[in-house]
């Protein structure tokens, strides 16, 4: 009985600090230490439309994208929207079981395929234009995640709706898309068993 006590009570404890981690990228895996680095503005957390008119405006758009870049504040924003930290913990705007935060966003860009780093920053994973074999548009986001892991499918749906409110609100074209997640299979610095699950096209509409 008193063991069994202490047993849940070890495994109750576990569980407390795992969901009290601050956000320690324990999900990234080693990227070149030479590789390029982009800053980003800091994001402006600001204005945009009120949040009922953006539901009012959700949609996917498929075609008419110009592949305009973003401008960086642009980028920024929709990053942080996405999958920004947005608490002096370290949590962040989606949520994720026991905060494990085990989702890294990507994004391809006219430039080659970075990956965003939560202060604000992004890092070159890949080089060269890879939007056209990934569905277009001014960019590309790649939600990568633990493919086997059951709560995988319901993070980075939440990153893709928090990204898709953000383009209503700020006017931008974007829809998801599972059929080109595969496009980039083995070329990105994932931790063993993680993959793109999903990919959402986001752009200025012409
Ligand atoms: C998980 C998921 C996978 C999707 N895969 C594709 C796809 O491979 N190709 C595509 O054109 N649209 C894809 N879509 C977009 C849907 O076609 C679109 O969301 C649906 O038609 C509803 O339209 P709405 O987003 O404007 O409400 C996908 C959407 C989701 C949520």
Not at 70 to 88: H, I, M
Not at 129 to 137: A, E, M, P, T, V
Not at 157 to 172: D, H, I, T, V
């Amino acid at each position: 009985m008193i063991r069994n006590i202490r047993r849940n009570l070890a495994l109750f404890l576990s569980l407390a600090s795992l969901a009290l981690l601050p956000a320690a990228p324990v999900n990234a895996a080693p990227v070149d230490a030479g590789a390029p680095r982009m800053e980003l503005p800091a994001p402006d957390k600001t204005g945009g439309m009120p949040l009922m008119q953006a539901f009012a405006q959700r949609h996917s758009t498929k075609k008419g994208y110009s592949g305009a870049p973003l401008p960086a504040q642009q980028l920024s924003d929709l990053l942080w929207a996405t999958w920004g930290v947005n608490r002096e913990d370290g949590r962040r705007t989606a949520p994720s079981a026991l905060n494990r935060q085990e989702v890294q966003v990507f994004v391809a860009l006219e430039n080659g395929v970075w990956r965003y780093e939560t202060a604000h920053a992004l890092v070159k994973v890949l080089d060269g234009d890879w939007r056209s074999k990934l569905g277009g548009g001014s960019l590309v986001l790649l939600f990568a995640a633990p493919a086997a892991n059951k709560w995988s499918g319901m993070h980075v749906g939440s990153l893709y709706q928090n990204a898709g409110l953000f383009c209503a609100s700020a006017g931008l074209g974007n829809y998801v898309h599972a059929s080109n997640a595969s496009a980039l299979d083995g070329k990105l610095p994932l931790p063993d068993g993680w993959s793109v699950l999903i990919a959402q096209t986001v752009g200025i509409v012409q």
